[in-house]
């Protein structure tokens, strides 16, 4: 079973910065890419941003382009998520999970991490 871990949130005030990452356990998983999604109190999960393992297709959230950066680390197993700028309206459990890339869109499976909490001060 492979398994997922967020790590990096925190609180934070208006205007900062924060960057969370997700490790995968198993080198053996086998899908095309990584999402990051989000979910505020009392609201749904969102879409944030999806990357290719090979790094040659990133793709964000209309809502979010400029203030994230989605990267990979220097480790296969581990991709980042660098949020600037960061507002009260960004605080949520930040989640990730594998998935792959169909028709334009970014298609999560079943895998996810336990998520990380952001939470942002004004």
């Known amino acids: 079973q492979v398994r997922l871990l967020e790590s990096g949130g925190g609180v934070v005030q208006a205007g900062g910065s924060l960057r969370l990452s997700c490790t995968v356990s198993?080198?053996?998983?086998?899908?095309?890419?990584m999402g990051w999604f989000r979910q505020a109190p009392g609201k749904e999960r969102e879409f944030v941003a999806a990357?290719?393992?090979?790094?040659?297709?990133?793709t964000y959230a209309d809502s979010l382009l400029g203030r994230f950066v989605f990267s990979r680390g220097n480790a296969e197993r581990t991709m980042y998520l660098q949020i600037n700028s960061l507002k009260p309206e960004d605080t949520a459990v930040y989640f990730c999970?594998?998935?792959?890339?169909?028709?334009?869109?970014?298609?999560?499976?079943?895998?996810w991490g336990q998520g990380t909490q952001v939470t942002v001060s004004s």
């Open positions: 198993d080198t053996s998983f086998s899908t095309q890419a």
């Open positions: 999970n594998l998935g792959y890339f169909s028709n334009g869109a970014y298609r999560p499976t079943a895998h």
């Open positions: 990357k290719t393992w090979s790094g040659d297709r990133t």
